[in-house]
Structures are given as C-alpha cells and as structure tokens.
C-alpha cells in the first residue's frame, strides 16, 4: 500500500498441518505483518538461510488473525521451496517480506460479493470471506477443482458463505460443469456487487464474458515469477489489455496488483 | 573503536562509502518504501535507460537456478525524458549522489543519451552498460575493443560527469576491453554484468525464459566476478567497481581486497532490502577490527 514501509522480520511458525497430500496451511506469528495486512496481498517468504533456494516464495494470505497477531498461508508443495516449507514446525523461524502489493477494496455500498476459484487458487479467498463476513456482506462461493479432495477449506467456506456451489473435473462431488455456469444463473435474479476470481484463464474468460452481459465489478488474483515482490527487479510483469489504451503496456503483478480488474490484464 | 574512513573517491566520483545498488535491481517508487533510510547508501543508481520507451522481452522474464537468477528482461523502461521527469526527483530525495545508468542501440544512442543528461542537474555520473544488444547489428559493445573504445570517447566529447563503463563478463579476455575503455577516455570502471546463461524446462523441453537466454546474477557468478576485477585492477590504473553476487560484507571485502574501490548490489538486494545497510556496517567493523583507519588502506590487498 502507499506510502506504507516495507517490513522484513523473522517470524515463528504457530504450527503446520498438512490438509490433504502435499496441501498445507502454516500459521505464522508475526503481529507487524497481520496489522498492515489486507486480503488479497501477499509476502515473500523465506525459510532458508542457504543460497539455494535463492529468491524468497511468494504467499498470499489464507487467513488473518489480528487479534492473536497470526496470520495463516494455504500452500500447495510443487518445488525446492515449497518441499523445504512442507517441514517446518512450530516455533521455527521464518524470514517475512511484506504485506506486498494492493489488496482488494470493496465497491461502496457492497451488499453481495462472489468468489470464483480452481484449486489452490482458493488460497486468497477466505481472507477476503472474513473482511466481506466482517462487514455483514454475503458471500457467494463458486469453487471447482479436478477431483473432491482438492476442493480445498471447503468447509470453512461453507459456513461462511450464504451459498457455495462445486463442479469437479471427474464429478466426484457437485457437477462437472462449468462452476461460472452457476455464477451465471444466480446472476439471473442477484445483484452482485463484486466479482474476485484466480488467475485461471477458463474462470477469468468466463467471467469477462459474464462481465460484459451483466455489468460486474470483477478483480483477478494473478500469480507470476518473482525475484523481489517489492518493484524492484522488474521480473513480474504481466501483460495488460490492449484496449482500455494500454497498448503495448505492462503492470508488475507485485506492485501494480496481484489483484487487477478482470478487464484490464491478459492472463 | 575510533571512526574509520568510510569514503572513497573514484576518479572525481566522491562517494561517502563505496556500497551503491546495481542497475536494474533497485527503485524507488513515489513512496520510497524501502525499510531503512537511503541516504546512508553510497550512492543510488537507476535502470540503464534509453532514448525511448522500450518494452522488454516476451514472458517469463526470470527464473532461480542453482544460488543465481537468470533474467532475461530486455531493459524495459519509459524512455529518458520520463526518467527526468519522474524519476530522478524521487531518486534525488533518496540520496545525494545519483548514477544514471544508460543504455543504447549504437554508439549514436550513447551519446545522445549522455548529451541530454548531461544538462540535467542533480546527475553524479554516468555508468554506461554497454551489454545491451544492438538491434541494429546484433553486436553487443561490451564485446567489442573497438566499439567500447569509440562509445567511451563519443560520451566523454559531450559529457561533464565522471563516465563509469560497465564491462561484461561474456568475453575472451576482459582486460582488453578494460584498457581500450580506458583509451576512450573512461573515468571509471564497473564490473561485472550478468553471465549469458539460460534454463531448460524438461517436463515442456524448452527454454523456460521467453527470450530462451538470459543472463546469470546473485551468489553463482561470485567467484567469476571476483577473478575479473583482480585481473583489471592488475592490468588498468583506474577506479574499478566490483559487482557480482555480492551478498554480504565479507564477500563485499574481497572485491575491495581485489582491487575494487566501491561494490553494486543487486540480486541480493532482491532478498535482503536491508543488505546494503548490513555490508556498509560490516565492512566498518572490518575495518575497525583490523586497525585500519580508512577503506582505501585495504583496496588491493589481494
Ligand atoms: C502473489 C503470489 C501469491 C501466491 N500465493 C500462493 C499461495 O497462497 N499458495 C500457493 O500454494 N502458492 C502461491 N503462489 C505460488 C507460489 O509462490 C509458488 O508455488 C512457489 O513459489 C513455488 O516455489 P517452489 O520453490 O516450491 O517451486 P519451484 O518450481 O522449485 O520454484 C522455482 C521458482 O519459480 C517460482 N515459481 C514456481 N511456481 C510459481 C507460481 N505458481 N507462481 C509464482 N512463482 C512460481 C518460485 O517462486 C521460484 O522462484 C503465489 C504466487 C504469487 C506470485
Ligand atoms: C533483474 C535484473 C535486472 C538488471 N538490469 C540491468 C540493467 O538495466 N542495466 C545493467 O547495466 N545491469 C542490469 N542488471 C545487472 C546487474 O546490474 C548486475 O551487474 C548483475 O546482476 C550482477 O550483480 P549481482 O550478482 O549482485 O546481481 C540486472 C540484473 C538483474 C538481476
Ligand atoms: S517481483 Fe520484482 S518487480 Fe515484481
């Protein structure tokens, strides 16, 4: 946010479940950080002191617990760093970057927000559940995923939000439908004030779509390489659309965004 | 302890201690948010920039590899003009000494970069990065005796500031380029830049940057940097900054040990935005330690 200083500080891990394989959330204490932080924005995590992993990993916010100075990650184990992550414990430390980038605003006046999300693209959206919960404004929840077990905290969205609706690839659980086919039939007879969605092309084409019949407010959560998440290397760039006058132009994801109105960046 | 003697002059080029940021890794947005003050730096330096607007390479940019970062960016930025504009007041809030770092298609861009700079006030000196490749004849400067020498002189015709070239390590023998930037008439030297490099995704089998190659940064080009500013200081009698992998004050000392007067940061920076701080307080301490009363006393030791 502006105008805010950058905050680096080593932090202790609270502790660390793994949900499903290979899917953790890690809960980290670290008062300085959580105070600043909005839903939607991200740290650059490290928890290593070698040079390899070099770059710190970048995380968004699964949850936020101001009062007891915590705040919780949602991460899937793809790599060096995440691998390296998978075995911390409670009372390690970790190095913390952050809170980076902007976070979501609600429009004035929201009564009604949808998420839409795949997979682990799901990682930022109980935060913005708790804001929207906290300001007395109704969640609709659309959430698919290939298969049942990785429609991740699934449960907590579900007593949080007013309605949830699932697809899965193999249709283990919900249809295995289009999961934006449902946003548009509750669009039908609901006014939603605001639209946030992950950076899957399917969901955000979709949503443009929808955008362009009903007339949404909609944000986009992307994800790209970073080297610094603070401006500094130029490395996160994405693309932004050509109309709207940005042709030819790029934002940082880690500056500019992560969260970005749907209409104005190509994923 | 008594105080040591932080600062250091590099061929009219006066610096109150010798660690600055590397081109490219280092900005300042409208809100300087960087966590510490950075007035206690060096100096600041901004991204090499152009005449015009340039976009940069196709996506992705970067990518880890083994204790580095390959980058394939392709200098994007807005174009001189909005660097002066926009920029360099924010750059001269932050600290008092500000290197512009310039790229260039060709000689020609050079020098008309450095002549329209050179009326701007506030500016310290000029470092020239002179690896860009030219789009015109796909010859990179930095390779070349003949073109670094001609670059250096054609700045230095139109330029008052202290000029800094900046040498790359992608050569057969650095020192030539060394001494022909020193024929052109060069005040400075910086060196290294980034070591061509690239990464290949097995599971796509392909080249994981959009620009297939990038160049090599951070911790794995340390000792490659190193050796490069050792064979300089040995070959050229000018002021030399060392870059390379930089990553903490010990390290920072064996360039100065080398033969480098002042450092750039710049991959580590990306990681740690406090590591400048820590390598001037370290290097003080060095100093202290050993019973040095001033840096310069160390430059070359090696
Ligand atoms: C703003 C932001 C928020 C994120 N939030 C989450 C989250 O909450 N949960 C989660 O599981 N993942 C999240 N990611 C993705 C996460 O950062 C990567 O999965 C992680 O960096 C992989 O690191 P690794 O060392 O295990 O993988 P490796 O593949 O070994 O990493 C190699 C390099 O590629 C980078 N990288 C690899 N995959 C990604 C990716 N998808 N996005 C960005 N960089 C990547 C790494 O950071 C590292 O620099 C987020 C990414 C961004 C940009
Ligand atoms: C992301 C990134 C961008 C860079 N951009 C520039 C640039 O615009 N001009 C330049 O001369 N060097 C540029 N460099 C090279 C650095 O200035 C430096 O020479 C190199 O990274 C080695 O130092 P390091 O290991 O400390 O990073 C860039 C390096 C990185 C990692
Ligand atoms: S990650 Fe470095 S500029 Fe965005």
């Not at chain 2, 000018?238 to 870059?243: A, F, S, T």
């Not at chain 2, 004050?249 to 080398?258: K, T």
């Amino acid at each position: 946010m502006k105008g805010a200083k950058l905050i680096q500080v080593y932090a202790k891990v609270l502790n660390q479940t793994e949900i499903i394989t290979n899917h953790f959330i890690l809960r980290i204490f670290s008062p300085e950080i959580v105070k600043k932080a909005i839903p939607g924005q991200f740290i650059m995590l490290s928890a290593w002191k070698q040079k390899d992993p070099l770059l710190r990993r970048p995380f968004t916010f699964n949850r936020l617990f101001p009062k007891e100075g915590s705040f919780e990650i949602l991460y899937k184990k793809v790599g060096k760093g995440t691998e390296i992550m998978s075995y911390l414990k409670a009372g390690d430390q970790v190095s913390l970057l952050g809170p980076l980038g902007n976070g979501i605003k609600f429009p004035q006046n929201t009564k009604k927000i949808a998420i839409v999300c795949r997979g682990i693209g799901v990682a930022p959206m109980l935060a913005i559940i708790d804001k929207a919960k906290e300001k007395g404004i109704d969640i609709y929840a659309y959430i698919s995923a290939a298969t049942k077990d990785l429609l991740l905290v699934k449960k907590e969205i579900k007593q949080k939000a007013k309605s949830l609706y699932i697809t899965t690839d193999d249709a283990s659980l919900g249809t295995s439908g289009k999961v934006t086919d449902f946003l548009e039939k509750t669009l039908k007879d609901t006014k939603i004030d605001a639209v946030y969605t992950c950076g899957s092309k399917r969901l955000k084409r979709h949503i443009e779509r929808l955008k362009e019949l009903y007339g949404l407010n909609a944000w986009v959560i992307l994800e790209e390489h970073m080297a610094c998440g603070f401006g500094a290397c130029k490395g996160c760039a994405c693309k932004a659309k050509k109309d709207n006058n940005h042709k030819g132009k790029y934002f940082l994801v880690c500056k500019d965004g992560p969260v970005f109105p749907i209409d104005e960046v190509e994923v | 302890m008594k105080k040591v003697d932080m600062s250091i002059n590099l061929g009219g080029l006066q610096l109150k201690n010798p660690v600055m940021p590397a081109s490219g890794t280092f900005d300042l947005f409208e809100d300087n948010n960087l966590p510490y003050d950075t007035k206690v730096l060096g100096a600041v330096m901004t991204k090499s920039i152009f005449l015009k607007k340039r976009l940069g390479n196709p996506l992705p940019l970067i990518c880890e590899s083994t204790s580095g970062l390959i980058n394939a960016l392709g200098t994007p930025g807005e174009g001189v003009e909005y660097l002066i504009k926009n920029k360099l007041p924010i750059f001269r809030k932050a600290n008092q000494t500000v290197i512009v770092s310039i790229g260039g298609d060709g000689v020609k861009e050079y020098k008309l970069l450095a002549e329209r700079l050179d009326k701007v006030e506030g500016i310290a000196a000029l470092e020239l990065d002179l690896s860009c490749s030219n789009n015109v004849d796909n010859i990179i400067i930095a390779r070349d005796e003949f073109l670094t020498e001609q670059t250096v002189a054609q700045v230095k015709e139109v330029s008052t500031k202290p000029i800094i070239a900046k040498l790359s390590a992608n050569v057969t023998d650095i020192t030539k380029i060394a001494r022909a930037a020193q024929r052109g008439g060069v005040d400075i030297l910086s060196l290294i830049n980034t070591v061509s490099a690239m990464a290949i995704d097995i599971k796509t089998k392909k080249a994981v940057l959009g620009n297939k190659v990038g160049g090599l940064s951070g911790p794995a080009i340390k000792p490659i940097a190193l050796k490069m500013v050792w064979d300089v200081a040995h070959t050229v009698d000018l002021p030399i900054i060392g870059i390379g992998g930089i990553s903490n004050s010990e390290d920072a000392i064996e360039f100065l040990l080398a033969g480098a007067s002042a450092v750039e940061v710049g991959t580590a920076a990306l990681i740690n935005p406090l590591v400048m701080l820590e390598i001037i307080q370290g290097i003080e301490k060095y100093l202290g330690q050993q019973g040095y009363s001033s840096l310069e006393e160390i430059i070359g030791l090696a």
